[in-house]
């Protein structure tokens, strides 16, 4: 079936410094989310990206889709502390009887130190 | 809106035993599913309906059954729990029609069996 690979696993980052994670696929991707678990927590939605090559910015969150909609990746500039977490690329199908199916990735865990 | 809400939080069984974990949404969604989240893999969906009256098996559905009679539940129901089916529990629901797909989370279950 469809695999979302997720790298990397772990990041340690000092606080400032970038931070970025990747999602590939060996086949073309529906739509992509994103989404953070706080430690502890439960996933929440970042973001949704449908359409070829698209970018998207929140405050200093970068989402990409690539080209051929096989791969994302989303970066953070200048991490701070309240980015720790881990964060998941999802797929979701947008059709036929899987309508709305997600099929997380592994995810990356974000350290931040001080 | 109160959102997703799973019950119990935490829960310890022996083997053997059977129990129900709780779903249930007041966002009118169509869209319900459960996940199992063990570390370093991610979540791995188990059960999920597309609206009431229609259920079907995910990724991980052995040892689980789901109904979907309303709407806004969708319990989970662990037959003969066993020591693998240690994890956390999300109980997940989202709009199943157009590209508004957003996945919101219940607060997790978390469950160990001894």
């Known amino acids: 079936g469809q695999q979302v690979m997720q790298i990397p696993q772990y990041q340690h980052v000092q606080e400032g410094e970038d931070f970025t994670t990747y999602c590939n696929s060996s086949?073309?991707?529906?739509?992509i989310q994103w989404y953070k678990q706080r430690p502890g927590g439960h996933p929440v939605f970042l973001i949704q990206?449908?359409?070829?090559?698209e970018v998207k910015k929140q405050k200093r969150l970068t989402f990409q889709f690539g080209e051929a909609k096989k791969n994302s990746s989303l970066h953070i500039t200048a991490t701070q502390t309240t980015d720790v977490g881990t964060y998941f690329c999802?797929?979701?199908?947008?059709?036929?009887?899987?309508?709305?199916?997600?099929?997380f990735g592994q995810g990356t865990i974000l350290t931040v130190h001080p | 809106n109160a959102g997703v809400t799973q019950t119990p939080k935490f829960q310890v069984l022996k083997t053997g035993q059977s129990m129900t974990l709780q779903c249930a949404q007041d966002?009118?969604?169509?869209?319900m599913s459960w996940y199992r989240q063990d570390p370093g893999m991610g979540l791995r969906l188990i059960h999920y309906?597309?609206?009431?009256?229609?259920?079907d098996q995910g990724e991980v559905p052995n040892g689980y059954n789901v109904s979907r009679s309303t709407t806004e539940d969708f319990p989970l129901r662990l037959l003969s729990a066993a020591p693998s089916q240690t994890s956390v529990y999300f109980c997940?629901?989202?709009?199943?029609?157009?590209?508004?797909?957003?996945?919101?989370f219940g607060q997790g279950t978390r469950l160990t069996v001894v």
């Open positions: 997940a629901s989202s709009y199943s029609i157009g590209a508004n797909t957003e996945a919101f």
């Open positions: 086949t073309t991707l529906s739509n």
């Open positions: 990206l449908v359409k070829s090559g």
């Open positions: 999802v797929e979701v199908r947008a059709g036929g009887t899987s309508y709305g199916k997600l099929t």
């Open positions: 966002m009118n969604h169509e869209y």
């Open positions: 309906s597309v609206g009431a009256g229609i259920t």
